[in-house]
């Protein structure tokens, strides 16, 4: 069983990854800041955290260059609506990109190739 | 008082004029009836030709009208009877043979009681003023003639013009009088003169009739080359067959290049020792006697007037050449101005083109600039979107999966199918965003058909044969923002693609048409499959853009933005065509500001 941390300001992604997520059997804690993230991973250990891009008081590149210095073994995956951040070098240091989508399966498919089925 | 009382009436007379005129600038003699001379002052000596005046005393009036020949003696017997003789600014030549210009008056003398005793005379030598009013008037005649010119030439800036004006006055009767005239112009690279005009007769039969029609209209100079008619008259420039063509090298010795190289005009007669060149030329213009005369503007060389009298064989003159070569000095202003004239026209017009190829680059620029600021709008409204969409069809789902009643899978089908068709459009938008950032470039447009058809293959739902591809040998270049052109050629080549049957082929081709480049999609299709394929063509290219997709629309505003158009095209009974012009790039723009 796997630990993911979500990390987006908008209410319903958090819902809705999280309820379709733990339905996959994962372990899911979602917040909605980078500084809440931070502390979530200083707390507890996380197999591999998802974070968008667009957050409401740090942007998303921030919280990645934070947790990549502070939490370097832990995998993130970009989730972003936005595709364009792809040619954003600041992105290279994540583990993998996804753009969202209504098909989750993009999403689903990364994380078991990056924690395990 | 004693002497005068004791002289004679005749004594006296010569007394009385002595005193008063002796010392006379004026000539003035006495001759009695019998028109012996009884006096004479030293003035009229001189006149008259006689070394002393001692040898006039008792002289014949028949005698020295004999070597003089101004009438006197014919009209001796009318001054007898009261009438005065006069004549004025007469030539005659006195007893030495030295010809004079006299003013001459004789008129009866009488005596106390007014009986007319003889003739008194006053002569005057007024050769030298004459001269020098002949040189006057031939002065004033001189800027006569180069100020009609001058204002006729002033009229024009038209370079045939100028020089058909400068040849009128040069032959015209009361201009130079020249028989006729040839204008010969040197060349750009200053190394050879080439015949341009000629005006005159060809013959005495020619040069009657068209001296005959200018006599009969009794035109000063000035109406003469103001005529545009008589200008425009072209049988007065038939000879100019004779020059056109005929180049002259400068190089070479003769008249002509002297003429250039002295600056000064010359007299040319066939009697002279003469260079090859030189007799060539004279041989060419069927003349022995010619003047020449050199044009030349701000130091610089133009070319050479040459005029004779061939018709009526009149020798040329010093002060024929020297009138000619006034006339040149004055023309080479008007040439110089034609000249320049023709360069201010020649650029006004290609400023013109510029201008109007920088109005047209600007309009394109304003163009792909809205087209930029759509991009990020759209951009910016497709990413908005992204979030609800994936909620919206991420819970979808979710309730599909979790189970439930038919009808509500049913539903959240729809949800899920409705949702994923929205997410195809905005990935449609944000790819034409995403093109909107690259910079405007010059395309080469073959180049351009060729790799978006390399693309195709990869970007079809179903499996379908390669298009072929037939691009145009020369290349063609567009101005535009290649990544729009690329999506928008995709669009219009995936459309017609997806909507065809497997054994449609499509055949894209380039062309040149016009000021336009093209790119075809045909279509290769069996006999029984061309129905669907008209139906399909006509009803995505339909002129109705509400039921046109949205991808065809944004493909097509994408191509008007760039200035071009698209559409279907095709006779009745063959398959349509997909047709995409752009205007040809030919060089010129600059490249707008704006980057990713």
Redesign the interface.
């Known amino acids: 069983m796997s630990r993911l941390l979500i990390i987006d300001d908008e209410d319903h992604i958090r819902k809705l990854y999280k309820d379709y997520f733990t339905r996959e059997g994962h372990q899911v804690v979602a917040v909605a800041s980078g500084h809440e993230a931070l502390e979530a991973a200083a707390g507890q250990k996380f197999d591999l955290a998802i974070l968008d891009i667009e957050l409401e008081e740090t942007s998303g590149l921030e919280v990645l260059k934070d947790f990549k210095e502070r939490h370097p073994e832990l995998p993130i995956i970009l989730n972003s609506a936005y595709s364009t951040y792809k040619s954003d070098f600041h992105t290279w240091i994540a583990d993998a990109y996804i753009v969202k989508s209504s098909d989750l399966q993009p999403l689903r498919n990364k994380i078991r190739e990056m924690v395990g089925a | 008082m004693l002497e005068h009382a004791t002289m004679t009436p005749a004594g006296r007379t010569v007394a009385l004029l002595r005193a008063q005129f002796d010392d006379s600038p004026l000539g003035v003699f006495l001759a009695d009836s019998h028109g012996f001379i009884e006096y004479l002052n030293s003035s009229a000596a001189a006149v008259i030709g006689f070394d002393r005046i001692e040898e006039g005393y008792g002289s014949s009036l028949y005698d020295i009208e004999s070597a003089m020949n101004c009438g006197l003696a014919d009209a001796f017997g009318y001054i007898l009877d009261g009438s005065i003789f006069q004549k004025k600014e007469y030539g005659c030549t006195n007893r030495h043979g030295h010809y004079a210009i006299l003013n001459l008056i004789c008129s009866p003398y009488r005596e106390e009681s007014g009986e007319i005793i003889g003739v008194l005379g006053i002569m005057q030598d007024v050769t030298d003023s004459s001269k020098r009013k002949a040189e006057l008037e031939e002065a004033i005649f001189e800027l006569s003639i180069m100020s009609q010119v001058s204002e006729a030439l002033s009229s024009t800036a038209d370079l045939e013009e100028v020089l058909k004006i400068i040849l009128t006055g040069v032959t015209a009767n009361q201009g130079l009088g020249f028989n006729r005239a040839f204008l010969f112009l040197v060349n750009e690279s200053g190394d050879q003169l080439e015949g341009k005009i000629a005006i005159g007769p060809g013959s005495p039969e020619e040069a009657g009739q068209i001296w005959a029609r200018l006599s009969k209209q009794q035109k000063t100079l000035k109406e003469l080359l103001d005529d545009y008619s008589e200008r425009e008259n072209q049988s007065n420039y038939s000879l100019t067959s004779s020059i056109a063509g005929w180049k002259i090298p400068l190089s070479e010795t003769s008249i002509f290049s002297e003429a250039l190289s002295s600056g000064a005009g010359i007299n040319v007669d066939a009697h002279q020792e003469l260079s090859e060149k030189s007799v060539e030329i004279l041989q060419r213009l069927s003349t022995s006697n010619l003047a020449i005369a050199p044009i030349v503007g701000k130091g610089k060389n133009l070319g050479i007037i040459v005029a004779d009298n061939r018709i009526t064989g009149k020798k040329i003159s010093v002060s024929d050449v020297e009138l000619l070569q006034t006339f040149a000095n004055h023309t080479s202003v008007a040439i110089e101005r034609s000249r320049l004239y023709d360069n201010l026209a020649a650029h006004a017009a290609e400023l013109e083109v510029i201008n109007r190829q920088l109005a047209e680059s600007q309009e394109q620029i304003i163009r792909v600039e809205k087209m930029s600021v759509i991009g990020e709008l759209t ?1 910016s409204i497709a ?2 979107l ?2 609800p ?10 309730m599909i ?1 979790s189970g439930g009643n038919e009808s509500c899978a049913e539903y959240l089908n729809i949800i ?1 199918s409705e ?2 068709r929205t ?1 195809n459009v905005l990935h449609q938008v ?1 790819d034409f965003s ?1 093109a909107s950032r690259t910079k405007t470039q010059e395309i080469d447009f073959n180049q351009l058909v060729t790799r978006t058809a390399e693309l195709l293959p990869s970007k079809l739902k179903h499996r379908s044969k390669p298009p072929l591809i037939k691009v145009d040998n020369q290349p063609l270049a567009v101005w535009g923002n290649p990544d729009q052109l690329q999506h928008a050629l995709l669009q219009f080549m995936l459309v017609a693609s997806e909507e065809l049957t497997d054994d449609c082929r499509l055949e894209l081709s380039t062309c040149l048409n016009e000021n336009a480049v093209r790119s075809i999609i045909g279509f290769i299709a069996a006999e029984d499959s061309r129905p669907k394929v008209i139906k399909v063509l006509k009803q995505i290219f339909g002129n109705n853009t509400g039921t046109q997709k949205l991808s065809v629309i944004v493909a097509g505003e994408t191509i008007r933005y760039h200035g071009g158009n698209y559409g279907i095209e095709g006779a009745q009974d063959e398959l349509p065509r997909i047709f995409i012009e752009l205007p040809q790039y030919k060089g010129g723009y600059n490249e707008p500001t704006s980057d990713n």
């Open positions: 951009s990413h908005e992204r979030n969409l994936t909620v919206i069809g991420g819970f979808a789902n979710l999966t899920l949702t994923k997410e944000l995403r």
